[in-house]
């Protein structure tokens, strides 16, 4: 299974591959991950890109996203 | 996050007798373009096609978690004849990113964690203690394929493949699809 968090840059922070992970996959990384908190309004956007699936999460309002 | 090779997303080379793993780099795209709420995917321990998963059942109370083994040292409320053996990916309070909590995050066997308590919204019937004690439910949409909602849709729990027992808050739980129309 290839594991990422969402991160506000959009770049993983450690391999998502099943090889290659480290603890660092599956360890949140609040300097880099998307947080987010109770009572928070997401949207979710899933879609095909030319590279693969495509996700982006946005607050609502906007004050904070990631992909 | 785009699911793709320059991202580090791969499938694992089949080598049987391997002794070793190799990563084929690999951009994972959209395997269907249309779905339904009969829409199943056979390979897999849920039936994804457009779906949202809240995985529960991850946290069992520990006193002190054992930093080398990742065990649980010193039981906490949830094992009172002591730990048990799926008190495991245990941590201590002072290793919280959030709240400072004790537990262990191991996959439950026993169902004696947290989550098959009475710690759910509506637990009690006190609606102010409730509201005070427990989170609120997540809540979300249907979702949209091009601005036009979606007109069914399915619950399936994946108990089957998951758990190997039950306990008593478990009991209600189906192992066959439930299915709610949307308005």
Redesign the interface.
């Known amino acids: 299974m290839n594991f990422a968090f969402i991160t506000r840059s959009g770049i993983p922070q450690a391999p998502p591959n099943p090889v290659e992970s480290t603890v660092a996959t599956e360890t949140p990384n609040p300097s880099q991950d998307l947080f987010m908190n109770s009572g928070d309004h997401l949207t979710v956007s899933l879609h095909d890109g030319t590279s693969g699936l495509v996700v982006v999460m946005r607050t609502s309002p906007l004050t904070r996203w990631g992909r | ?12 080379q089949f080598a049987p007798t391997g002794r070793s ?3 084929i ?1 690999y ?4 395997m269907y373009s249309t779905s339904s709420e009969d829409t199943r995917v056979p390979w897999t321990a849920h039936s994804y096609n ?1 779906a949202f998963s809240d995985e529960t059942g991850h946290f069992s109370y520990c006193n002190k978690a054992a930093p080398g083994s990742l065990k649980c040292a010193q039981a906490g409320v949830s094992d009172p004849n002591g730990a048990d053996g799926d008190d495991t990916s245990c941590f201590n309070a002072s290793q919280s ?1 959030s709240v400072p909590i004790s537990g262990c995050q191991g996959t439950e066997f026993d169902f004696d964690g947290v989550p098959y308590e009475d710690t759910w919204p509506g637990t009690f019937t006190n609606a102010g203690q409730d509201a005070l004690r427990h ?2 439910s997540i809540l979300f949409t249907s979702p949209l394929t091009m601005a036009i909602t979606t007109t069914a849709l399915a619950l399936r729990p994946t108990f089957l493949a998951s758990r190997t027992k039950r306990r008593r808050h478990a009991s209600g739980t189906s192992r066959t699809p439930t299915r709610a129309r949307a308005a």
């Open positions: 996050m785009t699911a793709s090779a320059a991202n580090g997303f791969g499938e694992v793993c190799t990563n780099p951009n994972f795209h959209s457009i990113l989170p609120s």
